[in-house]
């Protein structure tokens, strides 16, 4: 740690410490934009005097912003409880009982028909192709030898046409004609 970290790091650490007892006025403002950054720009600062500062100020921020999590999640706690206006659980007789607050259609009675789901004469088994040229399959001239000469000179001539083959001046093992 460099001697002008010390001061950095006993400020962070008390910060760090103490952070549960920041009042919320403090912690709230930490989800503004412009606040969030200032907080990178110092971080930044910090980073420049010394590792062990940086490391300390986003040590200190981390726990800032833990606290004013801990905090928005018990205010969020206590409005929940206050949502509840059901003072007591059902009991089991009342549970049973179907509700009559609210209307409710009756439901569709299903057709009393059955059906097997043994195939019948009506279905063949004769495959028709979806289009007439779905075996007329043919292979691509650029994949394999154009010219069927030497095996993969076809496609050594249409990447030299096409520029990727060969670099102007290096001399490659191998013939490229």
Same mark, same amino acid.
């Given at each position: @740690? *460099?001697?002008?970290?010390?001061?950095?790091? &006993?400020?962070? /650490?008390?910060?760090? %410490?103490? $952070?549960?007892?920041?009042?919320?006025?403090?912690?709230?403002?930490?989800?503004?934009?412009?606040?969030?950054?200032?907080?990178?720009?110092?971080?930044?600062?910090?980073?420049?005097?010394?590792?062990?500062?940086?490391?300390?100020?986003?040590?200190?921020?981390?726990? @800032? *912003?833990?606290?004013?999590?801990?905090?928005? &999640?018990?205010? /969020?706690?206590?409005? %929940?409880? $206050?949502?509840?206006?059901?003072?007591?659980?059902?009991?089991?007789?009342?549970?049973?009982?179907?509700?009559?607050?609210?209307?409710?259609?009756?439901?569709?009675?299903?057709?009393?028909?059955?059906?097997?789901?043994?195939?019948?004469?009506?279905?063949?088994?004769?495959?028709?192709?979806?289009?007439?040229?779905?075996?007329?399959?043919?292979?691509?001239?650029?994949?394999?030898?154009?010219?069927?000469?030497?095996?993969?000179?076809?496609?050594?001539?249409?990447?030299?046409?096409?520029?990727?083959?060969?670099?102007?001046?290096?001399?490659?093992?191998?013939?490229?004609?």
């Amino acid at each position: @740690m *460099y001697r002008t970290e010390l001061i950095y790091f &006993v400020i962070f /650490a008390i910060i760090t %410490l103490f $952070s549960q007892f920041l009042p919320t006025a403090i912690l709230l403002p930490l989800d503004n934009f412009v606040i969030r950054i200032a907080i990178v720009m110092i971080l930044l600062y910090v980073i420049g005097i010394g590792p062990t500062a940086g490391i300390m100020g986003l040590v200190a921020i981390a726990s @800032m *912003y833990i606290e004013r999590n801990r905090r928005k &999640v018990v205010v /969020a706690a206590k409005k %929940l409880d $206050s949502m509840d206006f059901s003072p007591r659980p059902a009991t089991v007789e009342e549970a049973s009982k179907p509700q009559t607050t609210v209307p409710v259609n009756e439901f569709d009675k299903p057709v009393d028909e059955e059906f097997d789901y043994l195939p019948h004469e009506t279905c063949s088994d004769n495959f028709e192709p979806v289009a007439p040229s779905i075996n007329e399959k043919a292979v691509l001239s650029t994949i394999y030898p154009l010219h069927g000469s030497e095996s993969g000179t076809g496609s050594n001539k249409l990447y030299e046409k096409m520029g990727f083959g060969h670099i102007q001046g290096l001399e490659t093992v191998g013939n490229y004609n």
